[in-house]
């Protein structure tokens, strides 16, 4: 994977350099991973993350935003979940990066057990005239769920549980892609994304959100695609 240049994310590191002749400067080389971050967590409360101490969010990190790969520091790296401005820690977990992979890190569950999902993604290229979709199921009180596309016989996904997730499956490009979200148990459709262009070369996650609880609002259950960039 070829690293984005973006800033460092994570605002500790240690490096050893001694104080010696420019010629004999020894540093330890830094290794780095690609990192996304998305808050999948239905609620109306924004939230603070902070990567080993280092706050990388800032003052809008609401419901179904994401921040682009950018450079990550690799191996186990400390990860707070806070609610916006509040200094009250809801979850810490340790996550664990390889050099030169990327990954996408969501926030999921619900508020009250707000917890983390890493997952590693796979971004080698498309073969001519494909795209890559992968499916996660990140609604917290949905039944399993299929990943199906309109005039297609056999799902690109299924029986995805929360938190399950399927590998990248090369689906071909076009221009007018309707995805349909089923129930797994009674096939009935629950989320649709229609005319969605589908482009050569590109590599897509599709996500399943929300509650099937909610009735209204921002936290009802839908679909959300993005571009792994």
């Given at each position: 994977?070829?690293?984005?240049?973006?800033?460092?994310?994570?605002?500790?590191?240690?490096?050893?350099?001694?104080?010696?002749?420019?010629?004999?400067?020894?540093?330890?080389?830094?290794?780095?991973?690609?990192?996304?971050?998305?808050?999948?967590?239905?609620?109306?409360?924004?939230?603070?993350?902070?990567?080993?101490?280092?706050?990388?969010?800032?003052?809008?990190?609401?419901?179904?935003?994401?921040?682009?790969?950018?450079?990550?520091?690799?191996?186990?790296?400390?990860?707070d979940i806070?609610?916006?401005?509040?200094?009250?820690?809801?979850?810490?977990?340790?996550?664990?990066?390889?050099?030169?992979?990327?990954?996408?890190?969501?926030?999921?569950?619900?508020?009250?057990?707000?917890?983390?999902?890493?997952?590693?993604?796979?971004?080698?290229?498309?073969?001519?005239?494909?795209?890559?979709?992968?499916?996660?199921?990140?609604?917290?009180?949905?039944?399993?769920?299929?990943?199906?596309?309109?005039?297609?016989?056999?799902?690109?996904?299924?029986?995805?549980?929360?938190?399950?997730?399927?590998?990248?499956?090369?689906?071909?490009?076009?221009?007018?892609?309707?995805?349909?979200?089923?129930?797994?148990?009674?096939?009935?459709?629950?989320?649709?994304?229609?005319?969605?262009n589908v482009?050569?070369?590109?590599?897509?996650?599709?996500?399943?959100?929300?509650?099937?609880?909610?009735?209204?609002?921002?936290?009802?259950?839908?679909?959300?695609?993005?571009?792994?960039?």
């Amino acid at each position: 994977m070829k690293l984005l240049n973006y800033k460092v994310i994570i605002a500790a590191i240690a490096l050893s350099v001694g104080f010696a002749s420019c010629s004999k400067i020894k540093s330890t080389p830094v290794q780095l991973s690609g990192l996304s971050l998305i808050n999948a967590v239905p609620s109306a409360e924004k939230l603070d993350i902070f990567i080993d101490n280092g706050k990388v969010t800032n003052n809008n990190f609401a419901f179904l935003d994401k921040w682009d790969y950018a450079n990550a520091y690799s191996g186990n790296r400390k990860v707070d979940i806070s609610k916006q401005g509040s200094g009250l820690n809801l979850r810490t977990e340790v996550i664990s990066l390889e050099p030169q992979l990327g990954y996408s890190l969501f926030v999921i569950d619900k508020l009250d057990n707000v917890r983390l999902l890493l997952l590693k993604d796979d971004l080698t290229a498309p073969a001519s005239g494909k795209a890559k979709v992968r499916f996660v199921n990140l609604s917290p009180d949905s039944d399993p769920l299929d990943l199906a596309i309109v005039g297609k016989a056999d799902p690109l996904a299924t029986n995805k549980a929360f938190k399950e997730f399927s590998t990248f499956e090369a689906v071909d490009a076009a221009a007018s892609v309707t995805f349909n979200i089923k129930n797994k148990a009674t096939g009935a459709v629950l989320a649709t994304l229609t005319n969605i262009n589908v482009e050569s070369g590109k590599i897509y996650t599709i996500y399943a959100r929300g509650l099937k609880a909610s009735v209204d609002g921002p936290t009802v259950f839908g679909a959300t695609i993005f571009t792994h960039k």
